[in-house]
């Protein structure tokens, strides 16, 4: 089955290219999966996923996990233009449980400029957990405006707008298996 395959016939139109298929992110969250269980070996740990986008990740990311491990779900938003982000954070959903002396792990889509992460870190830094570590499944280095040490990083991909495996524009495409560039024409028609 080609990657465009893998893509629901409803959507495959709109794709401009697929730039990271199902089976490598399979691949590397079981590796991340892997890791981050050696890391924790003795220890409970609690994923903070960022929704909407980390929904996915989080889900996989849990199945892969040989330690003692809870769940929790922030949401966030930013202001400003649609498909980047302006830095100024809303909390619409806070966590459920106090996080204080437990070992938390935030879970990403993707780091765009860090400041969406930057402002998490401080706030949850503030609830001394125990220790708290980044993870997410998507990096953009060249576009990144804060210092941000993310310890589990999938992949690292150039400055594109991308959809899928979670990350959504105008709240489509999240349902994609893969990572994929939309064509042009799409954005115009939100
Ligand atoms: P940051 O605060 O600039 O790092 O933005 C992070 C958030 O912007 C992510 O959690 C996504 O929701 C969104 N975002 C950034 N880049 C993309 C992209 O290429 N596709 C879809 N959403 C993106
Ligand atoms: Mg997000």
Known sequence: MSD???????????????LISSDRIEAKI????ARMSQDYTGRDILLVAVL??????????ARHLEV?????????????????SSGVVRILKDLDTDIEGKHVV???????????LDYLVKNLRSRK????ELMALLTKPSRREVDL????????????FVVGYGLDYDERYRNLP?????????????
């Open 129 to 132: 957990p125990a220790s708290l």
């Open 4 to 18: 465009l395959d893998a893509i629901p016939a409803l959507h495959r139109d709109d794709i401009e290219s697929v």
């Open 178 to 190: 893969c990572i994929a560039t939309l064509k042009p024409e799409v954005y115009g028609a939100a």
């Open 52 to 61: 909407k986008g980390a929904f996915l990740v989080m889900a996989d990311l």
């Open 68 to 84: 003692g491990c809870s769940v929790d779900f922030m949401a966030v938003s930013s202001y400003g233009a649609a498909t980047s």
């Open 149 to 160: 040490p993310v310890k589990y990083v999938g992949f690292e991909i150039p400055d594109v």
């Open 30 to 33: 079981a590796e991340l999966g």
């Open 106 to 116: 935030i879970v990403e889509d993707i780091v765009d400029s860090g400041l969406t």
